[in-house]
């Protein structure tokens, strides 16, 4: 009797195990599916990756492992924020099932690692990369973490907070600056002080150290402008 329940058991479970690994291999084909459209439709940047995430199938459902060979395709043959693949299996006992797939583009952003305070300058240790939903990242976001090293803050951030180009100065009111001068391929070089905050690719105004002149150039990076004459 004992050996009979234990054979019982034992079958049972691989029937369960088999029916389990057979529902991964339908969220896997659905994955798929989706996967191989979608690079067949876009191209990810430098800075990207794509997330997938197969909405579980119903455990409480029996799905008959398919002889015939499963095929399957995009509902509307679009990519959509949530994905449904109609899986078909011919059998003589033909079945058809939905598989639903989240689509994700996720983007490398650099963060916070704590709270910081306006004033406080980023350096290696405060500052983090992590890759979030391409939804949530606006544009003036940073994908590098060299180009911030240096760089001073405008505003309170709290801890994992995107760092974009509003909360930062490469050069600041009140700012040391070198001043590259640039006339007709002579470039001269002095300092000078900025007389208020500007990002690159920003004018900024600044007095000359030496002859207290006030020259507008453009940032280029920390603390650094060129102006042509």
Request: net charge positive.
């Amino acid at each position: 009797m004992i050996r009979f329940i234990i054979l019982f058991l034992s079958l049972v479970c691989s029937y369960s195990f088999a029916e389990s690994n057979y529902r991964k291999e339908l969220e896997n084909f659905a994955q798929a599916l989706v996967l191989e459209k979608y690079h067949s439709l876009y191209q990810l940047q430098e800075n990207e990756k794509l997330e997938l995430n197969v909405a579980p199938l119903d455990k409480r459902i029996n799905y008959p492992k398919c002889e015939t060979g499963l095929t399957g395709e995009l509902v509307n043959n679009k990519i959509k924020l949530t994905t449904s693949v109609k899986v078909t299996c011919l059998d003589e006992k033909q079945w058809i099932n939905y598989i639903r797939v989240r689509v994700n583009v996720l983007q490398k952003v650099v963060v916070v690692n704590d709270s910081l305070s306006k004033g406080q300058v980023i350096t290696q240790d405060n500052i983090k990369m992590v890759y979030l939903s391409k939804s949530r990242i606006r544009n003036g976001s940073f994908d590098s973490l060299e180009s911030l090293y240096g760089v001073r803050l405008k505003r309170n951030l709290t801890e994992n907070k995107i760092i974009k180009n509003r909360d930062v100065c490469f050069v600041c009111k009140g700012d040391k600056v070198t001043i590259n001068a640039i006339k007709t391929g002579l470039s001269i070089r002095a300092s000078g002080v900025a007389l208020h905050d500007a990002n690159i690719g920003n004018t900024v105004r600044v007095r000359n150290s030496r002859t207290q002149r006030i020259v507008v150039g453009t940032v280029y990076g920390l603390k650094a402008v060129n102006v042509s004459f």
